[in-house]
């Protein structure tokens, strides 16, 4: 690997639409019969008040089926809801295992992830965090993207300045807010895009 002009420190990645095959948004779709368009159901898993609470951790798995079921208004009981929603979680993009071990003897490897339980705790993702230095899941620290929050909690932890970590995300919010506390950010989709975005960097994987 070699470094040839801008040199972050710490790359800090999302992980669903990133590095995990995420399909919350056509399901979502489909739920609502259509009433939801996909711009509507990709900032659903943003703004949602039930889907903030659930991945701070101030409710349970069966209190956000429930809260979900009412707020889309679909006729689905929450534990079926819930079945689904766990199988949305497609486990790690092709390239994802072989871009963060190349990586990661060069760089401080983070993710900032808006998460829960029942996705956290699959084994194919949990042997994805593992190649990870540090890992901020949301609902373990109680802050969320894009909240400034979230960023300058991950910035004080990691002790380096903003402008030393790089970070990759496939919504544009999350990047322009996290860009405002300073860290350089990219809107990218799967570990291809990651790899060019580093090579604008200089780096070269």
Sequence with gaps: MKQTSTKPRCLLFDLGGVL????????????????????????????????????????????????????????????????EFVSWDRGPLPGSFELLGELRQHFILACLSNNNALHWNIPRLQKLTACFHRRYASFEIGLIKP???????????????PGAIVFFDDNPECVVAAERVGIRGFVVKGPAMVREKLGGLGVEI
């Design 147 to 161: 909240d400034r929050a979230a960023y300058e909690w991950v910035i004080s932890d990691l002790g380096l300045e």
């Design 20 to 83: 995990v095959e995420w399909d919350g948004i056509q399901p979502l779709i489909a739920l609502t019969e259509g009433r939801l368009t996909a711009e509507e159901a990709r900032r659903f898993w943003l703004e949602s008040d039930w889907v903030r609470r659930f991945e701070t951790g101030r409710c349970s798995a069966l209190e956000f089926g429930a809260g979900i079921v009412r707020e889309l208004q679909v006729d689905l009981e929450p534990a079926a809801f819930l079945d």
